[in-house]
T-cell receptor, first 114, second 117 residues
Framework: KAGVTQTPRYLIKTRGQQVTLSCSPI?????VSWYQQTPGQGLQFLFE???????NKGNFPGRFSGRQFSNSRSEMNVSTLELGDSALYLC?????????????FGQGTRLTVV | AQKVTQAQTEISVVEKEDVTLDCVYE???????LFWYKQPPSGELVFLIR??????QNEISGRYSWNFQKSTSSFNFTITASQVVDSAVYFC??????????????FGGGTRLMVKP
C-alpha cells in the first residue's frame, strides 16, 4: 500500500511570506502528526490531528497552524516566515494515534527561507 | 518534563564490527513507550522497535538487539556485524501515556552511524 506522501518535497520562500505543506496519510490512518527537524533543535513535535481535531500541540508560536480534512489529509501552514523556519518538515500517520502507536513517516518537505 | 538523550552524535565503525547506540530518557510517568527509528538519507523515519515501560525483556531481531533497563532509564540498541547499509541516523524516542491520548514523540538528538567497508 502507498506510504505517507508529502508535497512539495522542496520549497524556497522569502522571509515574511507564508507557506502551506500537504500530507496524505496511509489509507485508513486517522491520526496525522507533524514534526520539524533542524540541525540545531533536532526533531520537535508540532501538532497532531485526529478525526479533524487537533489533539496535541507542541511548543511553537501561533504562526504555525494546521488542519485535517475529512479524508484525513492534513495541511500545515506557516505564516510570516522567518529564516529560522528553514527545516525539514516531517509528517507521520498512524491508525488511531495513541502513545504506543507505530508512526509511519513521509520523506518530508524541505523548506528553505531566504 | 520528558527528555531523551543520545550522547553519541556520531559513530564510525568498520563493516562487521558490533556497535551499540546509547539512549537515556527522563519521564515522571509510570506508563510510557520507547521507540527506535532509523533515518536513511532519503529522509523518512523508519520504525524499528517499540517497548512499553512494563516490559523489560530484551529483544533480538536478526542483527538488531535492544536492552531496556528501567533502573538506569536506558534503552540501548546494538547492531551486530554491522553492514554499510546500516549507515543512517538513528533516533530514540519517548511517548508518555498518562493524560495523553495522542501520538506525540519526544526524540533524542540522534546518532549518525557510518559503517565503512
Amino acid at each position: 500500500k502507498a506510504g505517507v506522501t508529502q508535497t512539495p518535497r522542496y520549497l524556497i520562500k522569502t522571509r515574511g511570506q507564508q507557506v502551506t505543506l500537504s500530507c496524505s496519510p496511509i489509507s485508513g490512518h486517522r491520526s496525522v502528526s507533524w514534526y520539524q527537524q533542524t540541525p540545531g533543535q533536532g526533531l520537535q513535535f508540532l501538532f497532531e490531528y485526529f478525526s479533524e481535531t487537533q489533539r496535541n500541540k507542541g511548543n511553537f508560536p501561533g504562526r504555525f497552524s494546521g488542519r485535517q480534512f475529512s479524508n484525513s489529509r492534513s495541511e500545515m501552514n506557516v505564516s510570516t516566515l522567518e529564516l529560522g523556519d528553514s527545516a525539514l518538515y516531517l509528517c507521520a500517520s498512524s491508525l488511531a494515534g495513541g502513545p504506543n502507536t507505530e508512526a509511519f513517516f513521509g520523506q518530508g518537505t524541505r523548506l528553505t527561507v531566504v | 518534563a520528558q527528555k531523551v538523550t543520545q550522547a553519541q552524535t556520531e559513530i564510525s565503525v568498520v563493516e562487521k564490527e558490533d556497535v551499540t547506540l546509547d539512549c537515556v530518557y527522563e519521564t515522571r510517568d509510570t506508563t510510557y513507550y520507547l521507540f527506535w527509528y532509523k533515518q536513511p538519507p532519503s529522509g523518512e523515519l523508519v520504525f524499528l522497535i517499540r517497548r512499553n515501560s512494563f516490559d523489560e525483556q530484551n529483544e533480538i531481531s536478526g542483527r538488531y538487539s535492544w536492552n531496556f533497563q528501567k533502573s538506569t532509564s536506558s534503552f540501548n540498541f546494538t547492531i551486530t556485524a554491522s553492514q554499510v547499509v546500516d549507515s543512517a541516523v538513528y533516533f530514540c524516542a519517548l511517548s508518555e501515556a498518562e493524560g495523553n491520548a495522542g501520538n506525540m514523540l519526544t526524540f533524542g538528538g540522534g546518532t549518525r552511524l557510518m559503517v565503512k567497508p
